[in-house]
């Protein structure tokens, strides 16, 4: 991510204590799932919702580009959906989505950045 936009996010969020979780932050930016459907019979395509600030939206959009080849989770990411047939953008939006979730881990862990890093996801059930 390029320094323009992670100054532009800091300044957004307030430093990332405005979310509790990145979820608060993507549907924030507009990143978010939204499915359209009237009823039972009439669905339409499931889009982003694009509530946020469309300039940071952009921004992200751009440095999925790049993170897709220099960032190995994101690549990742970008190849597992592609492969499975999804369209290119809708890849890219889920990069984006990692880049705002690898962002916010960073802000509230205080840890620098590391590649292979992987969370332990506790199952409780």
């Not at 999804?86 to 990692?98: D, F």
Request: with cysteine.
């Amino acid at each position: 991510m390029g320094k323009r936009t992670a100054i532009y996010l800091i300044v957004l969020t307030q430093g990332f204590e405005k979310f509790e979780s990145s979820r608060q932050l993507i549907s924030y930016f507009g990143l978010n799932p939204i499915i359209r459907e009237s009823g039972s019979s009439v669905r339409g395509k499931s889009r982003i919702s694009k509530t946020g600030d469309n300039q940071v939206r952009k921004l992200l959009f751009m440095c999925a580009f790049t993170a897709c080849e220099h960032n190995k989770a994101c690549r990742e990411i970008y190849q597992r959906l592609t492969a499975k047939g999804k369209s290119k953008k809708l890849a890219l939006i889920a990069v984006a989505n990692k880049l705002l979730k690898q962002s916010l881990a960073i802000a509230k862990s205080g840890l620098y950045y590391d590649e292979n890093y992987r969370s332990v996801n506790v199952n409780l059930g």
